[in-house]
């Protein structure tokens, strides 16, 4: 009887490791898809200002606006990048 429950506690701990790190990488992928459709809306709404500039004659702030775009579309691409990574090493 106390081999029976060693076994199992043994079988359970080494499953319990897998499962943990199965977990933390399923909840890393959708803090990753999160913050990738924040910063979707953020340039969405960046294009909105954008216009407004522009149809105002306030070229210098739209232009200050398009490099900060820029910037949120690198970090997005390699969000992008960091996703599809972790993904293929799930055999997705």
């Known amino acids: 009887m106390k081999t029976i429950i060693i076994v199992l506690l043994l079988l359970g701990g080494i499953l319990f490791i897998p499962l943990q790190q199965i977990f933390a990488q ?3 992928s959708e803090q990753m898809m999160s913050h990738m459709r924040f910063t979707h809306s ?3 709404n960046n ?3 954008i216009k407004q500039l522009l149809e105002t004659n306030h070229t210098s702030e739209a232009i200050t606006l398009l ?3 820029d910037v949120k579309i690198d970090h997005m691409n390699t969000m992008f990048n960091d996703l ?3 993904l293929s090493n799930r055999g997705h």
């Open 26 to 28: 399923i909840g890393a």
């Open 42 to 44: 953020q340039l969405a």
């Open 47 to 49: 294009i909105d200002q």
């Open 67 to 69: 490099d900060g775009m």
């Open 84 to 86: 599809v990574w972790e």
